[in-house]
């Protein structure tokens, strides 16, 4: 059974989450809120195996919140989804940052929230598409350009010479489908290498 937080300061949100989430049979909430101070204790009460996490709120943002509860040691296998209306590059940044394992806009199907929940608490990465086409295009920039001390930035020499081919072609602007059509891969070998590729390049995109 798959534990989940709801934290979001509208309760309408919270009531469609909740109904959402009750049709599925591995999912449970174990509580909801809608401040990020709220969001820290009830983690650490309830220890949920995954938070859906509202950015802007009031009594403490959906950022500070992620960073204290993924500070405490107690909570090591809680992992936390960014939910916002606000698909803004700093963020999405600043989510990954924080130590989210996902950012999805508001808007997104609820059949790829479902998933994205499944997929994070198996301990992989995930961003909605759209978000990952801008992050990736973003990086795809950064990574042409020579660091400030003439070497490579952390993160960057990780990079296999596929996930490099499909780092360019998100660059390129092509979806999971278009790249594994370009790379004669499947979409879903183009999606985990798009998941590999934000791991380790979020820790030093700006």
């Not at 937080?5 to 989430?21: H, M």
């Amino acid at each position: 059974m798959i534990r989940i937080l709801l934290v979001d300061d509208q309760t309408l949100i919270r009531a469609g989450f909740r109904a959402l989430l009750a049709a599925e049979e591995d999912m449970e909430v174990v509580g909801e809120c809608g401040t990020g101070r709220e969001a820290v204790a009830l983690a650490a009460s309830e220890r949920p195996d995954v938070v859906l996490m509202d950015i802007r709120m009031p009594g403490g943002d959906g950022l500070e919140a992620t960073t204290a509860i993924l500070a405490d040691p107690a909570l090591a296998g809680t992992r936390i989804i960014i939910l916002t209306t606000f698909e803004l590059d700093e963020y999405i940044l600043a989510a990954v940052r924080a130590g989210a394992s996902g950012f999805l806009v508001k808007d997104t199907e609820p059949a790829e929230l479902i998933r994205a929940i499944r997929v994070v608490h198996d301990g992989d990465a995930l961003l909605s598409p759209s978000v990952t086409r801008r992050m990736m295009a973003a990086m795809a920039v950064a990574s042409m350009r020579p660091s400030t001390e003439g070497a490579p930035p952390p993160g960057l020499a990780e990079i296999t010479g596929r996930e490099r081919e499909v780092l360019a072609l998100v660059g390129e602007g092509l979806n999971n489908a278009e790249i594994a059509g370009r790379l004669f891969i499947t979409p879903l070998t183009a999606k985990t290498h798009v998941s590999r590729i934000m791991t380790k390049l979020a820790v030093w995109a700006a």
